[in-house]
Nanobody, 126 residues
Framework: VQLVESGGGLVHPGGSLRLSCTSS????????MGWFRQTPGNEREGVSC????????YYADSVKGRFTISRDSAKNTLYLEMNDLKPEDTAMYYC????????????????????WGQGTQVTVSS
């Protein structure tokens, strides 16, 4: 399984970015997927996740109303649309994937995922 993130960069406060996570080596629709972020010296934070069925979606309170997770099965790609970015959104963003027996489940806890990408840096600064 390989997950490759892209789309990070430097953006001003209030700006937008769309992160992509392209997957290979897995049956995309059989995996729930999530986005996590981490800053140096801090715990990894679950930002958003989407179940394999699409029936469950989670957002951290800090990003609700600003971030949108979506997936394109034809492209085996997970997205994170980030709007109204704030300096506190600055972090390395990672995507993760795993499969559970329940199709309507995804987890905001990184320990529950076995597959990870290498990360893409998002910096929000004026």
């Amino acid at each position: 399984v390989q997950l490759v993130e892209s789309g990070g960069g430097l953006v001003h406060p209030g700006g937008s970015l769309r992160l992509s996570c392209t997957s290979s080596g897995l049956t995309f629709d059989s995996y729930s997927m999530g986005w996590f972020r981490q800053t140096p010296g801090n715990e990894r934070e679950g930002v958003s996740c989407n179940s394999m069925s699409g029936g469950m979606t989670y957002y951290a309170d800090s990003v609700k109303g600003r971030f949108t997770i979506s997936r394109d099965s034809a492209k085996n790609t997970l997205y994170l649309e980030m709007n109204d970015l704030k300096p506190e959104d600055t972090a390395m963003y990672y995507c993760a994937a795993d499969t559970w027996t329940t199709a309507d489940y995804c987890s905001a806890y990184g320990a529950e995922y076995n597959y990870w990408g290498q990360g893409t840096q998002v910096t929000v600064s004026s």
